[in-house]
């Protein structure tokens, strides 16, 4: 059984940086679609990228293009999330997920990921 488990979170000033890990046990992440998601206070789960075991397609909100990057170290089995440029709508209790996709149709919408690790905050204030 997979099992991901978020790691990196904190505290950070607007415009600053931090990395996320998604680091999984039980089984391979290279053979599945790894997906970051997260929810603020009040607001509901939203996408926020997403990357393909299929060609490594990768898939960016709109909201975090440009800022956010997504990246797989398959040796160490883990899903990094770069987040550079933080603003305070970034806030938020963010989520890995993972889901044994063979489409990359679909492959950010959250109902599809069947795997999800307990969430790490990133809280972005002055």
């Known amino acids: 059984q997979l099992r991901v488990v978020e790691s990196g979170g904190g505290l950070v000033q607007p415009g600053g940086s931090l990395r996320l890990s998604c680091t999984a046990s039980?089984?391979?992440?290279?053979?599945?679609?790894v997906g970051w998601f997260r929810q603020a206070p009040g607001k509901a789960l939203e996408e926020v990228s997403c990357?393909?075991?299929?060609?490594?397609?990768?898939f960016y909100a709109g909201a975090v293009t440009d800022r956010f990057t997504i990246s797989k170290n398959n040796a160490q089995n883990t899903v990094y999330l770069q987040m550079n440029s933080l603003k305070p709508e970034d806030t938020a209790v963010y989520y890995c997920?993972?889901?044994?996709?063979?489409?990359?149709?679909?492959?950010?919408?959250?109902?599809?990921?069947?795997?999800w690790g307990q969430g790490t905050q990133v809280t972005v204030s002055s």
């Open positions: 997920a993972a889901a044994p996709l063979t489409t990359t149709e679909n492959m950010c919408v959250f109902r599809v990921y069947e795997y």
């Open positions: 039980g089984s391979f992440l290279d053979s599945y679609t």
């Open positions: 990357i393909s075991n299929i060609r490594d397609e990768t």
